[in-house]
């Protein structure tokens, strides 16, 4: 059996994806619906009171085209943590009126070799940095689960450990020349989700994610070995943007 590469791994995270039922919610008495906003308003805040302790992440997006209209994205140390969030957001009025469009379950994740020998993971401040991160507050937003391709003589799993990793390496030279203009959290999702990663970039200008990931189907650990997902582009949103977007 090859050999398999070990990772460290931080805050388990969940990508809740949800599409409104714009028809029932227009129907709505004003009065209604702003108790509905001002509920779901409430919620938001006490997500977001994690990041300044340092106790977990959290955004908020909405995307653009048919597949969901928000996307909300949460970083916490245990499953149990990201089940109750679920539920949180089930019992407001505001869920009576979305639906699931797409969730995605997973776990930060960084190679082991990026540790390097004899430096403790958690007191590490870089590595804690990687494994615990904030949600960059760039305007733009892309997410989009993955796999590596197990099919014939293109099967990664059959690879030796030192050609997987010097595939990578090469992989991640084309990810540093963006270094400034896209950043990316990487998630682990074997046995956790229907893929096996989960990648979310974030850039203040969206052009910047078809560049990159066009450059990167050229590179051979995409070109012989990647399957994508779909594919979720949005924009950040404060809790004046989503106000806005739900007042009719």
């Given at each position: 059996?090859?050999q398999?590469?070990?990772?460290?791994?931080?805050?388990?995270?969940?990508?809740?994806?949800?599409?409104?039922?714009?028809?029932?919610?227009?129907?709505?008495?004003?009065?209604?619906?702003?108790e509905?906003?001002?509920?779901?308003?409430?919620?938001?805040?006490?997500?977001?009171?994690?990041?300044?302790?340092?106790?977990?992440?959290?955004?908020?997006?909405?995307?653009?085209?048919?597949?969901?209209?928000?996307m909300?994205?949460?970083?916490?140390?245990?499953?149990?943590?990201?089940?109750?969030?679920?539920?949180?957001?089930?019992?407001?009025?505001?869920?009576?009126?979305?639906?699931?469009?797409?969730?995605?379950?997973?776990?930060?994740?960084?190679?082991?070799?990026?540790?390097?020998?004899?430096?403790?993971v958690?007191?590490?401040?870089?590595?804690?940095?990687?494994?615990?991160?904030?949600?960059?507050?760039?305007?733009?937003?892309?997410?989009?689960?993955?796999?590596?391709?197990?099919?014939?003589?293109?099967?990664w799993?059959?690879?030796?450990?030192?050609?997987?990793?010097?595939l990578?390496?090469?992989?991640?030279?084309?990810?540093?020349?963006?270094?400034?203009?896209?950043?990316?959290?990487?998630?682990?999702?074997?046995?956790?989700?229907?893929?096996?990663?989960?990648?979310?970039?974030?850039?203040?200008?969206?052009?910047?994610?078809?560049?990159?990931?066009?450059?990167?189907?050229?590179?051979?650990?995409?070109?012989?070995?990647?399957?994508?997902?779909?594919?979720?582009?949005?924009?950040?949103?404060?809790?004046?943007?989503?106000?806005?977007?739900?007042?009719?």
């Amino acid at each position: 059996m090859n050999q398999a590469v070990q990772t460290l791994d931080g805050w388990y995270t969940l990508h809740d994806l949800r599409s409104i039922d714009w028809a029932s919610w227009k129907a709505l008495d004003n009065d209604e619906r702003a108790e509905a906003v001002d509920e779901l308003l409430r919620l938001t805040q006490a997500y977001r009171n994690v990041i300044p302790h340092q106790t977990g992440a959290y955004g908020q997006y909405r995307i653009v085209g048919q597949k969901a209209d928000l996307m909300f994205i949460h970083m916490r140390p245990t499953v149990e943590e990201l089940a109750d969030l679920e539920t949180r957001f089930q019992k407001t009025r505001f869920a009576d009126f979305t639906a699931p469009a797409y969730t995605y379950l997973s776990v930060v994740e960084l190679s082991a070799y990026l540790a390097k020998p004899g430096v403790d993971v958690d007191s590490d401040p870089y590595l804690q940095g990687r494994l615990k991160p904030e949600l960059p507050q760039t305007r733009n937003v892309c997410f989009y689960p993955m796999s590596k391709r197990r099919q014939g003589s293109d099967n990664w799993y059959m690879l030796s450990i030192e050609e997987r990793r010097e595939l990578m390496k090469n992989h991640g030279r084309i990810g540093h020349e963006y270094a400034g203009k896209v950043k990316q959290i990487i998630t682990g999702s074997t046995g956790l989700d229907d893929w096996e990663w989960g990648v979310t970039l974030f850039s203040d200008d969206p052009l910047q994610f078809k560049k990159l990931v066009y450059e990167m189907r050229f590179d051979e650990a995409s070109a012989r070995f990647g399957e994508f997902g779909p594919f979720f582009v949005g924009s950040r949103l404060d809790d004046a943007d989503l106000a806005r977007m739900l007042t009719v």
